[in-house]
């Protein structure tokens, strides 16, 4: 179990930061990748703390994680889009164009 779980994170840390940076200008990509390591590394040592100073009991820690995860899975399934860069590549450019109309509506821009 453990394996998956790690697999897993490393997983949503590297894909999450590929699909995020399709949507930001380049000048976003540092501070986007600088503020999500920082967070994800905070967790690490949040957890770390909860353990060494408040209790030993995993569970409750182990439980908050995958609850996480799964609210965060299915709010990626039914809300956002394909990447619009992947779309492009596989020749579905009608898909990407509304998949970039409706993240311009999403920012309040217009064309």
């Given amino acids: 179990m453990q394996l998956l779980i790690g697999a897993a994170a490393s997983g949503r840390t590297a ?7 399709e949507f930001l200008t380049p ?12 967070f994800d590394s905070l ?5 770390t703390t909860y353990y060494w100073a408040i209790s030993n009991q995993y569970f ?3 439980i908050i994680g995958p609850v996480i995860g799964l609210i965060g899975l299915i709010g990626m399934v039914f809300y956002l889009p394909e990447s619009p ?10 898909e990407a164009r509304l ?11 217009s064309v």
């Fill in 60 to 62: 409750y820690v182990t």
């Fill in 15 to 21: 894909l999450g930061f590929l699909y995020a940076i």
């Fill in 99 to 109: 998949g970039i109309t409706r993240i311009i509506r999403i920012n309040g821009a």
């Fill in 43 to 47: 967790s690490i040592v949040i957890v």
């Fill in 27 to 38: 000048e976003w990509h540092t501070i986007f990748g600088t503020v999500l390591m920082f």
């Fill in 85 to 94: 860069l992947w779309l492009l590549k596989t020749n579905k450019g009608e």
